[in-house]
């Protein structure tokens, strides 16, 4: 009788953490036109991104999961935007790779820290008078500052703790059994904003939510609560280096409503905000450095 | 630019600045390679084609940890780090 119960349910299992891969091309534009097609690829901890640039404008990007293999996933994530564009691999003139699987690109021309791309990228996509830069990865948070040409000033990345990354946000989204799109939207349904769970550490705020449940509150404070733990954990980076007007945030959980508000409420500013997907901030960095490098060895020759 | 090499956890936030406008012409003539009694640091050449020092990745995990020995508790009055860099471009954040 149990095991009978218990077939359906495990079939049914979801995966609530998994967000929407998608690729774009720009289709008015062709780029058989250009005159310098570069590409950037960033392997990150859990998304990796191909971003093709034609004369140093966006033309397209794929961005999908990392898979277990940095080259493949590399590989993987260039060839959807082939694919879609008519495009070939010989076609692109200058490849830069970045992220933590950077050095596994097989086909980049160069590697960038992820730090200089993603200053380079928000510069694109928030203009010249984007100052701050908070990247909320994966599986890590960098805070940015950087001047008007996007290029860095000060810096920190913390990559040792998975409180204020992506990755919490999964681990909550599997706990509440919501999917991690309506996480943000969810947290907002609330009558009273709940204290934040602990900011200091997933596990423990993964229990304190739990005992949270056990003790009446609803999934949405819940969700409330942790957003706001996640808000204050960021922030704390932040005044590390310090916060200017100009603040953009890049990485998937800048898609996150219920974390970017809060973020906005303690910083007492508006993010600046972008049509472009916040998560190919530092491929199109990568994409653009490979441009200004092509633009470089052109000049020199 | 400041590279703030790091971490933030439970037991505090751990960092060593080092600001490589400061380090790029370095008149102690690198000195921090060898002041460390780790030899925690090493050059390397940024994203803007400085050559400029940085704590090694193997470290950046671990401070707490690796710099204690040079801290008071350890006997020391001065971290051996910053004195040796005359510039001023190193200093830690505990």
Avoid at chain 1, 106 to 115: D, G, L, Q
Avoid at chain 1, 202 to 209: C, I, N, T
């Amino acid at each position: 009788m149990s095991a009978e119960l218990a077939t359906p349910a495990a079939e049914e299992k979801k995966e609530f953490w998994r967000w929407q891969e998608n690729t774009w091309f720009d289709e008015s534009k062709n780029w058989r036109d250009a005159k310098i097609i570069t590409c950037g690829i960033d392997v990150g901890s859990v998304s990796s991104q191909a971003v093709i640039c034609c004369d140093g404008e966006l033309f397209g990007y794929n961005s999908m999961r990392t898979g277990n293999n940095s080259p493949d996933s590399a590989k993987n994530a260039l060839q959807g935007i082939l694919d879609k564009t008519g495009m070939k691999l010989e076609d692109i003139h200058y490849t830069v790779g970045t992220g933590y699987g950077r050095v596994n690109v097989p086909f980049a021309n160069k590697a960038v820290t992820e730090i200089a791309c993603h200053a380079r990228g928000a510069n694109y996509m928030g203009g010249s008078k984007v100052r701050t830069i908070l990247d909320m990865g994966g599986q890590d948070c960098k805070a940015i500052h950087c001047d008007e040409r996007g290029k860095v000033t000060n810096f920190l990345m913390n990559d040792k703790c998975a409180a204020g990354t992506g990755r919490g946000m999964e681990v909550i989204a599997d706990l509440m059994q919501i999917p991690i799109a309506n996480l943000g939207p969810r947290s907002f349904d609330v009558e009273t904003e709940p204290e934040a769970v602990s900011s200091i550490c997933v596990v423990f705020a993964k229990s304190e939510a739990l005992a949270l449940l056990k003790a009446g509150y609803t999934k949405n404070m819940v969700i409330a609560a942790y957003c706001q733990a996640m808000a204050e954990r960021v922030v704390s980076l932040l005044e590390r280096i310090g916060v200017e007007e100009g603040f953009f945030i890049t990485g998937g959980i800048a898609k996150n409503p219920g974390v970017v508000k809060r973020i906005e409420r303690l910083l007492g500013i508006q993010a600046v905000e972008t049509k472009i997907d916040s998560q190919i901030a530092g491929a199109l960095g990568a994409s653009l450095f490979a441009y200004t490098l092509m633009q470089k060895q052109a000049k020199a020759a | 630019m400041i590279a703030n090499n790091g971490y933030k956890d439970g037991s505090g936030e751990f960092y060593i600045s080092i600001d490589t406008d400061k380090c790029i012409d370095c008149s102690a003539d690198r000195a921090c390679l060898t002041a460390c009694p780790k030899g925690m640091f090493e050059i390397i050449t940024d994203d803007y084609d400085d050559e400029v020092a940085c704590v090694k990745k193997s470290f950046t995990r671990s401070l707490a940890f690796d710099c204690s020995e040079c801290k008071p508790s350890g006997g020391y009055t001065t971290l051996p780090c910053t004195s040796a860099c005359t510039p001023g471009a190193i200093k830690h954040s505990w």
